[in-house]
């Protein structure tokens, strides 16, 4: 149970989710029309969206932390400052990207219809997998190396560089993924209201704290590898049903022909998917679907099977925030126990 919990969670959720779907009212929404998603599948979307990306901040940042303990533990507090700062930047993005929208004209159908490819291209970025397992370990890499190169700092004012220096790590950790989650849910918002957007944003961070809160006050190893896989998953579903809006606003703002198809599609899935019986919306999401799944088959041939074939080392992704060999194991984590153990054998 306590290895497996992340995939009764997941399970639970796609359940709820599955509930809620059916029992969706209503026949399936005119693809030309205005408003046509449910309300629980927006604040399903804006939370799967923010928890997403709160992982990422989360390993990213026990990543950076996990080596400052005993002397150097008081280096944490800038760091936190740094993330905090990140989160307040990444609320005043909020505001900013909805004050220059509304000087673009916020209800019209060509700023929404752009707004829609921008984050969709995003959003494909970001699930692309092979690009993804680079990017990723790249950037917890990067922020160590910057982490060492602070603290390694010599001269007169060394404390009060390595301070602002870890201040701006934080800031930088967390704004980057803040700045994403702002620009995927600018077309939401623009779409079904500020409101039913900040009901998911609030959901997701409620999930984010309560694993940040596991990880950084209970200092509990969790599954981040599976709990990211999950969530990958989850958003793959998001970007069918962001592709399918983003069609459906472009042949609203004239940009697409719109040719219809005779298939009966049930209301619920126009409700929860954006799926309608258009040529243009379902080769687009079929695309997508292709994109992430091709690129998911090609990840792993590049980086497990070619290797095996020519009998070299297969790449692989850490499962877990990434540590530095010579630093102090984490209280309560394995390595830690092993540590204890290994200590207690020799004495």
Do not use: C
């Not at 008081?74 to 760091?79: F, G, L, M, S, T």
């Not at 509990?220 to 962001?242: D, E």
């Not at 390595?335 to 207690?344: G, V």
């Amino acid at each position: 149970m306590r290895r497996q919990w992340p995939l009764y969670l997941g399970g639970l959720l796609i359940a709820l989710l599955a509930w809620s779907a059916f029992d969706a009212h209503g026949g399936t929404p005119e693809p030309t029309s205005g408003e046509h998603l449910s309300h629980g599948a927006v604040v399903f979307d804006s939370a799967l969206l923010v928890f997403r990306e709160g992982l990422e901040t989360i390993l990213v940042l026990a990543a950076v932390t996990a080596s400052m303990v005993g002397a150097t533990r008081a280096y944490r507090r800038p760091i936190a400052l740094g993330a905090g700062a990140g989160f307040l930047a990444s609320v005043a993005t909020w505001f900013l990207a909805a004050w220059v929208l509304g000087q673009l004209g916020a209800g019209g159908l060509a700023v929404q219809a752009a707004t829609g490819l921008l984050a969709v291209i995003v959003l494909l970025v970001v699930m692309n997998w092979f690009f993804h397992k680079v990017y990723w370990t790249g950037w917890i890499q990067n922020r160590n190396k910057h982490k060492r190169a602070i603290l390694s700092r010599d001269g007169i004012d060394r404390r009060r560089a390595t301070i602002w220096g870890l201040v701006l790590l934080g800031v930088t950790s967390v704004y980057r993924e803040g700045f994403e989650v702002v620009l995927f849910l600018q077309n939401l918002r623009l779409s079904y209201g500020a409101g039913t957007v900040l009901e998911g944003v609030a959901l997701g961070l409620a999930l984010t704290a309560s694993v940040g809160g596991v990880t950084f006050f209970a200092h509990r190893h969790l599954p981040y590898k599976r709990m990211l896989v999950l969530t990958g998953v989850m958003l793959g579903v998001v970007l069918i049903v962001m592709v399918g809006e983003s069609v459906q606003e472009m042949q609203l703002a004239g940009w697409l022909p719109e040719t219809s198809v005779a298939l009966s599609i049930p209301g619920w899935v126009g409700l929860w998917f954006a799926i309608f019986p258009t040529v243009e919306g379902l080769v687009a999401q079929v695309l997508a679907a292709a994109l992430v799944l091709g690129s998911y088959f090609g990840a792993e041939y590049w980086r497990v099977k070619r290797p095996q074939r020519r009998a070299e080392v297969p790449a692989a992704r850490a499962a877990g925030p990434v540590l530095d060999p010579s630093a102090p194991p984490i209280a309560g984590t394995p390595r830690a126990q092993r540590s204890i153990k290994a200590e207690t054998t020799a004495s």
